[in-house]
């Protein structure tokens, strides 16, 4: 083979060394284009610089072996081959899994920042937030549960209140569900009654009362909403305002509205009972 490279060789123009690219062959990642019989030196070809390259990319990338040897394999198919498309989509898939990765890195960062920043103060106030007429699908979140649920009664509350609603929804939450992982979970979504004919069992009409909170608008993703919380309940706790045990979220703008979610804004209402609300009056 006049085009044949020792693992020397193939190891200097690649700038992998010779202990990766034993490991490459061994896992099967990289077969030498040749392999002695006798002394079993290993020669690779010009042409498997670039696979070679490709793979140490998506290793550095932290592409799973699995995902590799599916990415290898379906970008070795024939063009118009079924599965030649794959690999993109096995490349693609992972890029937007580390892309999601670093947003949360770079917003861990941000919030890191602001605490440890003594200057640094969300802004809460003390409002009364209006009566409303609302339908809303009121459920126990269990243990350990996902989202499932909230999507779930948002499809729900969209079927029967169709084309309606002008403001946005909201959710009421007991406390337990973040300290304890489940409790009493109540969305809704602004609509006038009457309940339309045919809507899903789980959807009632709600009246939600004249209520006082101390309340604060929390900017962009809800990886940090954790810090708005905190400034709400403590705002509660240094005026010596009581707690109703839920907290009620209005999504203002929301996954609903735009994919961005820097521009999503979510009011945040840490509501105070009676008792405390009158006397803070």
């Known amino acids: 083979m006049a085009e044949r490279l020792t693992i020397g060789e193939f190891s ?109 103060q969300r802004a809460v106030s003390l409002e009364v937030l209006p009566p409303q007429h609302v339908l809303a699908v009121s459920l126990d979140v269990p243990p350990g549960a996902e989202l499932s649920w909230y999507d779930a009664a948002m499809r729900d509350l969209d079927a029967a209140a169709g084309r309606r609603p002008v403001l946005p929804p909201g959710g009421r939450y007991e406390h337990t569900i973040f300290t304890e992982g489940h409790g009493r979970a109540t969305v809704y979504l602004p609509a006038e009654p009457p309940l339309p004919p045919g809507a899903s069992d789980a959807v009632r009409e709600l009246h939600l009362p004249q209520r006082t909170a101390a309340v604060a608008t929390h900017c962009g993703p809800h990886d940090d909403l954790d810090l708005t919380y905190a400034a709400v309940g403590s705002f509660a706790a240094r005026n010596g305002l009581r707690s109703a045990d839920l907290v009620e979220e209005v999504y203002l703008v929301g996954p609903r509205d735009t994919d961005q979610p820097d521009r999503w804004r979510t009011l945040v209402a840490w509501l105070l009972a009676s008792d405390s609300a009158q006397s803070s009056a």
């Open 12 to 120: 200097r123009i690649t700038h992998l060394s010779i202990r990766t690219l034993r490991r490459y062959h061994e896992q099967g990642l990289l077969v030498p284009a040749e392999v002695d019989p006798a002394t079993g030196y290993r020669y690779y070809a010009p042409a498997q610089a670039r696979p070679a390259l490709t793979i140490r990319r998506l290793r550095e990338l932290d592409l799973p072996l699995p995902d590799l040897r599916r990415f290898l394999e379906a970008e070795s198919a024939d063009e118009g081959a079924p599965g030649h498309g794959a690999a993109q989509q096995i490349v693609a898939a992972h890029l937007r899994r580390l892309e999601d990765r670093l947003g949360r890195t770079q917003r861990a960062v941000q919030a890191l920042r602001e605490l440890l920043d003594p200057q640094a």
